[in-house]
């Protein structure tokens, strides 16, 4: 089954910072395929993409509906995809058309729905996972409180939303000295996600279970965030005789 895409009268035009800061990534298609190359993406998280992947990938069900909030570089969509299998369901939104385009013409034969939608505007369902993947570093403060609580709106009770990201490296990694002057001229907005936790911009935070798990010394983050489900909604607990 092809990729569809479901175009979304909402959309207005692209966040003015797409272009203004990230025209190599999202503008220039010939940057773009380089980038879009997982050796080029395991050089850029110094040999951690396969394993932050393969951590993302086992907290996402088989057979279930996921959405993904923003189109990514590698096979990650790939892989998502295959993780979910045919019987689930899969849908990835972005606001940039070109990247839904991109992604589009490389997903083959894949159960994806590929949708043209802004995630900083509130989502229409709910999900047993959504997805989102080395997006927040690239986002102003606004609009990433408002994608994350977009998000956790959307995950129904006891899903997850998934959050992969760039995190404050530890004092002993010595990369942390390349990483913020190279952040402050590529990516203006990590060093906010580096001294912020992301269960913090959560307005409901004490819905959600959260937990968080750290790669290279600090440098990625994991964070689950399960949806509790509601007391009158658990089953009730049948009286022992005994």
């Given at each position: 089954m092809k990729a569809i895409v479901i175009?979304?009268?909402?959309?207005?035009?692209?966040?003015?910072?797409?272009?203004?800061?990230?025209?190599?990534?999202?503008?220039?298609?010939?940057?773009?395929?380089?980038?879009?190359?997982?050796?080029?993406?395991?050089?850029?998280?110094?040999?951690?993409?396969?394993?932050?992947?393969?951590?993302?990938?086992?907290?996402?069900?088989?057979?279930?509906?996921?959405?993904?909030?923003?189109?990514?570089?590698?096979?990650?969509?790939?892989?998502?995809?295959?993780?979910?299998?045919?019987?689930?369901?899969?849908?990835?939104?972005?606001?940039?058309?070109?990247?839904?385009?991109?992604?589009?013409?490389?997903?083959?034969?894949?159960?994806?729905?590929?949708?043209?939608?802004?995630?900083?505007?509130?989502?229409?369902?709910?999900?047993?996972?959504?997805?989102?993947?080395?997006?927040?570093?690239?986002?102003?403060?606004?609009?990433?409180?408002?994608?994350?609580?977009?998000?956790?709106?959307?995950?129904?009770?006891?899903?997850?939303?998934?959050?992969?990201?760039?995190?404050?490296?530890?004092?002993?990694?010595?990369?942390?000295?390349?990483?913020?002057?190279?952040?402050?001229?590529?990516?203006?907005?990590?060093?906010?996600?580096?001294?912020?936790?992301?269960?913090?911009?959560?307005?409901?935070?004490?819905?959600?279970?959260?937990?968080?798990?750290?790669?290279g010394s600090g440098m990625?983050?994991?964070?689950?965030?399960?949806?509790?489900?509601?007391?009158?909604?658990?089953?009730?607990?049948?009286?022992?005789?005994?």
């Amino acid at each position: 089954m092809k990729a569809i895409v479901i175009k979304n009268s909402k959309i207005t035009q692209e966040p003015a910072y797409i272009t203004e800061l990230y025209p190599l990534l999202y503008k220039n298609k010939k940057w773009a395929r380089f980038f879009d190359d997982n050796r080029v993406q395991a050089v850029l998280t110094f040999g951690f993409y396969r394993k932050i992947l393969e951590d993302m990938l086992e907290d996402i069900g088989t057979n279930s509906s996921v959405l993904q909030v923003g189109c990514t570089f590698g096979n990650q969509i790939e892989k998502t995809a295959e993780k979910i299998g045919k019987y689930g369901e899969y849908t990835v939104i972005d606001v940039v058309k070109s990247e839904i385009e991109r992604v589009k013409s490389k997903v083959h034969g894949q159960k994806i729905n590929l949708e043209i939608q802004d995630a900083r505007k509130p989502l229409s369902r709910k999900y047993d996972t959504v997805l989102c993947y080395m997006l927040l570093h690239e986002l102003p403060i606004a609009s990433r409180e408002k994608v994350i609580n977009n998000v956790l709106d959307s995950v129904r009770d006891g899903g997850r939303a998934i959050f992969v990201d760039y995190n404050q490296p530890t004092d002993w990694n010595l990369l942390r000295f390349i990483l913020k002057p190279f952040n402050r001229l590529f990516f203006p907005f990590t060093e906010s996600l580096w001294k912020t936790p992301i269960k913090n911009y959560a307005k409901k935070s004490t819905h959600f279970a959260w937990y968080k798990k750290t790669y290279g010394s600090g440098m990625y983050q994991k964070v689950v965030a399960v949806r509790r489900t509601p007391d009158e909604k658990k089953p009730a607990v049948k009286q022992s005789f005994y």
